[in-house]
């Protein structure tokens, strides 16, 4: 049970190309965010469709993959676990970030690979 502490698993499509990063020490970050369309029908039987963001981090061999294999409008599946943080921006203000740093992940589109 200690594996679902702190475990999050997401499917959605790429909002924008992967942006990597490396390091001097042969490091690789990929930074990508996915877009998850939820529906359901409001009062009136309208169909609503609402999107939620979610930022995702990959590390090393999945930052490769992701540089090589992913673009923008790809649906993955991830898995992993979330990551909250802070820092202080350009203006000196406090911001807060939560990200899922991704263990796992799979390019589900057919025949793009």
């Not at 939620?52 to 923008?72: G, R």
Request: glycine share 6%; aromatic share 8%; hydrophobic share 35%.
């Amino acid at each position: 049970m200690n594996t679902l502490r702190n475990s999050v698993r997401l499917v959605g499509n790429l909002g924008m190309d992967p942006e990597v990063k490396s390091f001097d020490n042969n490091k690789k970050l990929a930074r990508l965010s996915i877009a998850i369309n939820e529906s359901y029908k409001n009062d009136k039987g309208e169909k609503i469709t609402e999107t939620q963001w979610h930022n995702v981090v990959m590390w090393n061999t999945q930052a490769k993959f992701a540089e090589d294999y992913l673009k923008k409008g790809d649906e993955i599946a991830v898995e992993g676990r979330l990551s909250s943080r802070s820092y202080t921006d350009k203006d000196g203000n406090k911001r807060f970030v939560t990200e899922v740093v991704a263990n796992e992940f799979i390019k589900l589109n057919r025949g793009s690979m």
